[in-house]
């Protein structure tokens, strides 16, 4: 009978479950309906040559430098770095990993202290595209907009987005606009110690400003290539490299090459990259011979020049 009652008794116990479950489902599906998720992110506009160059890089309307990062600039050491950095169970979790929340609770209650890691990357997303004070109340809308986010997106698509959002100090926004402005190169060509120095500059944008704070950077970044390497995410030789590598990172210009051209394409397109037809290599051996037309006959008083290629069979610029 003992036996029979204990039965019933664990039927009961996975039926309540289910219950509980499922009316939490239905209150988020209630929830989500109520107070839908809104993605609208505005970028800074990017005028790509045929090769895939930027030749020039505007400001958005709200004067930040946000690069839209496509996904196959994500290369698998950005994103390995990134992810054991960040939040290593990324891909096992629904948005919030439960374990790490009940740890940061027992420390934040019991032990009175503040601990770092329990927000996933879905949850910065979330805190990204929609920035709060944090309190309590603010960290349980926040979970809500990371189930939310893991409801409508996918993984990849969740962390492209947090690759666009990711804040580098002043108003330059996620990895590529860094990787420009820091760096002058595009992300995918960003060697380990480069991409490793982005990875930590993330946690305090404002204390690790390259170029301004490079050695406290590169003492950070070389405590997680050690770390890197004790949890044999790169090879030991590339992390020996890594750690020889000085980093000489600082603020440069955004490109700003063929202005009219760019100025031209980009006129009443809303599109965040815009890529064009224009030959790179062309553009700059045209440019050095206007340069050299006018300086010929910058005594009669003529200072400027124009030149526009087209290909005759198809009328591309």
Avoid: C
Avoid at 89 to 100: E, K, S, T, V
Avoid at 192 to 207: D, G, K, M, Q
């Amino acid at each position: 009978m003992k036996i029979i009652r204990h039965i019933i008794g664990g039927h009961q116990l996975w039926k309540r479950m289910l219950l509980l479950i499922g009316g939490l489902f239905l209150l988020f599906v209630a929830l989500n309906f109520l107070f839908p998720l809104k993605v609208d992110i505005e970028f800074a506009p990017l005028v790509e040559a045929r090769d895939g160059t930027v030749v020039h890089a505007y400001l958005n309307s709200q004067d930040k430098w946000r690069m839209y990062l496509e996904v196959e600039e994500i290369t698998p050491e950005i994103k390995r770095a990134f992810l054991y950095k960040e939040d290593r169970y990324y891909y096992r979790h629904f948005g919030i990993n439960p374990l790490a929340l009940t740890r940061a609770i027992f420390n934040n209650v019991v032990k009175g202290k503040r601990t770092s890691g329990a927000s996933t990357i879905t949850m910065q997303v979330a805190r990204l595209l929609k920035p709060k004070p944090r309190t309590y109340t603010n960290k349980m809308v926040e979970m809500f907009r990371a189930l939310q986010l893991e409801w409508k997106f996918s993984k990849e698509e969740i962390l492209q987005l947090y690759f666009n959002l990711v804040p580098y100090g002043g108003n330059i926004e996620g990895v590529k606009a860094a990787s420009f402005l820091y760096f002058e190169k595009s992300p995918e060509l960003l060697s380990l110690a480069e991409l490793t120095s982005l990875a930590v500059i993330p946690n305090r944008p404002n204390s690790l400003t390259p170029g301004r704070h490079n050695h406290k950077i590169k003492a950070v970044r070389d405590q997680w290539l050690r770390r890197f390497q004790q949890a044999n995410i790169f090879p030991d030789a590339d992390i020996q490299d890594a750690l020889e590598e000085p980093l000489t990172a600082q603020r440069n210009a955004a490109p700003q090459y063929a202005p009219h051209f760019s100025y031209r394409v980009t006129y009443n397109n809303s599109r965040a990259l815009i890529k064009t037809t224009l030959d790179w290599s062309l553009q700059q051996k045209v440019e050095a011979l206007v340069r050299n037309y006018v300086s010929k006959i910058y005594h009669r008083n003529i200072k400027n020049a124009a030149v526009v290629v087209l290909d005759n069979q198809d009328n591309q610029v």
